[in-house]
């Protein structure tokens, strides 16, 4: 009875420590909120990236993601995105026993007038997948699964690297010019 009184303090003041010091988990708690209204993604209708990244967006409420650059507030331009797959290790027989998986995004963000509102920007995530040759389809399924994976953790990412834009100065107008004095 003892033991369990006092098991029970000690979790009962680690949870006191915890949500005193402001510890939440990523992605939990509300998002900040971004310096633009609307935003065009630069992704092909069809990309997978591109609809996950939208479905984010559109979930946060303080965006709206539009169909042309002309409405945006902000424009997101993918510079490059792709996946590769490269031979890691190879086993005694020279089979290969391990892949390096790489997703990669290059992108950067723009303002309707073209100023840049964040450079451009890399993430780029790696898993490793170990392989077997006789379990060759499970391990094509795997693949499928740790590329699913990192495609969220790719748009997490991209999320929280636009949502740490700070808003820009408006552009100073220029001055009129004085009118020549007539004589």
């Not at 995105?81 to 089979?95: F, H, P």
């Not at 890399?122 to 490793?128: A, N, Q, S, T």
């Amino acid at each position: 009875m003892r033991k369990l009184l006092s098991t029970t303090l000690l979790a009962l003041a680690a949870m006191l420590a915890l949500s005193a010091c402001g510890f939440t988990l990523r992605g939990t708690g509300p998002q900040d909120p971004l310096p633009f209204s609307t935003i065009f993604l630069g992704f092909g209708e069809t990309s997978p990236v591109g609809v996950q990244l939208r479905r984010n967006l559109n979930a946060m409420g303080n965006v709206r993601v539009v169909k042309t650059r002309e409405e945006a507030d902000a424009i997101l331009e993918v510079l490059r995105e792709g996946r590769e797959k490269q031979i890691l290790s190879l086993n005694s027989q020279g089979r290969v026993r391990e892949y390096n998986l790489f997703y990669r995004l290059n992108f950067r963000v723009i303002d309707k007038e073209g100023r840049q509102l964040l450079a451009p920007n890399e993430v780029l995530i790696r898993r490793v997948q170990s392989y077997n040759e006789a379990q060759a389809l499970a391990k094509e399924v795997e693949e499928a699964q740790m590329y699913q994976e990192m495609q969220t953790d790719l748009v997490q990412q991209v999320l929280r690297r636009i949502s740490a834009i700070k808003p820009l100065a408006p552009a100073p107008e220029a001055a009129p010019t004085p009118a020549p004095a007539s004589k």
